[in-house]
């Protein structure tokens, strides 16, 4: 294991009433009480940004001090919380990121860390939701994938807002294991990127703009 006081994994937190989640909120309580806290870097982003005006920067220099990247919030509507995905969509920008020229992410490991309020039946042939929780997940997936980063296998609970105490133990319990014990327990797990440099068409680039001034659990 890497020394202690090197903080090689950053904690991305992102649940817009992080006081009321009953399983983020345990998550995030189980890593600071955890001897993996010395080798974390844990920023709660709508406690950063609760104007949703991202420091890209410092966003940026957490990241390239990590190795493993992680995402710890709720599914919101099959997707990330509104703060996460304007952080993806500010921070990883074309040419720092992916594209000519952004290889600051190449190599590194991401991670899911996250919940939903359907069950695992819901997310099985027949139920509600018709599609596999996987389905849901390529977004996450293919961004990982298109910054050069290698995808690790989410770490999900099911039913978030009907799980027992003993089940949310177990989920925190596991995730703080996991980051305790990485990058030992994510050799097999990973799938490795094939980045690519090529040019991206300017109709596929994302459009640049200046940061939106605003105002499920689990």
Same mark, same amino acid.
């Given at each position: ?95 720092? #990121? *992916? $594209? &000519? @020229? /952004?290889?600051?992410? %190449?190599?590194?490991?991401?991670? +899911? ?8 039946? #819901? *997310? $099985? &042939? @027949? /139920?509600?939701?018709? %599609?596999?929780?996987?389905?849901? +997940? ?81």
């Amino acid at each position: 294991m890497p020394d202690a006081q090197a903080r090689d994994i950053l904690v991305l937190v992102a649940h817009p009433d992080l006081a009321r989640s009953h399983a983020t909120r345990k998550l995030v309580d189980a890593l600071r009480a955890s001897p993996a806290a010395g080798r974390v870097e844990l920023r709660d982003l709508y406690r950063l940004y609760p104007d949703f005006h991202i420091h890209i920067d410092a966003e940026q220099r957490a990241l390239e001090a990590s190795r493993l990247v992680v995402m710890l919030h709720p599914i919101y509507w099959y997707s990330m919380p509104a703060l996460q995905k304007l952080w993806l969509d500010e921070v990883a920008h074309l040419g720092w #990121a *992916y $594209g &000519p @020229g /952004g290889t600051a992410l %190449h190599g590194k490991d991401f991670w +899911l860390v996250s919940s939903t309020g359907g069950s695992a039946q #819901a *997310y $099985g &042939p @027949g /139920g509600h939701n018709h %599609h596999p929780i996987e389905d849901f +997940l390529l977004p996450y997936r293919q961004s990982a994938h298109t910054c050069g980063m290698n995808w690790l296998q989410p770490q999900i609970l099911h039913g978030a807002h009907r799980a027992t105490d003993t089940e949310v133990v177990a989920h925190a319990d596991l995730f703080v294991q996991r980051l305790a014990h990485y990058p030992d327990w994510c050799e097999h797990a990973a799938e490795p990127a094939t980045p690519s440099d090529e040019a991206v068409a300017l109709d596929e680039r994302p459009a640049l703009f200046s940061p939106l001034t605003v105002g499920g659990d689990a």
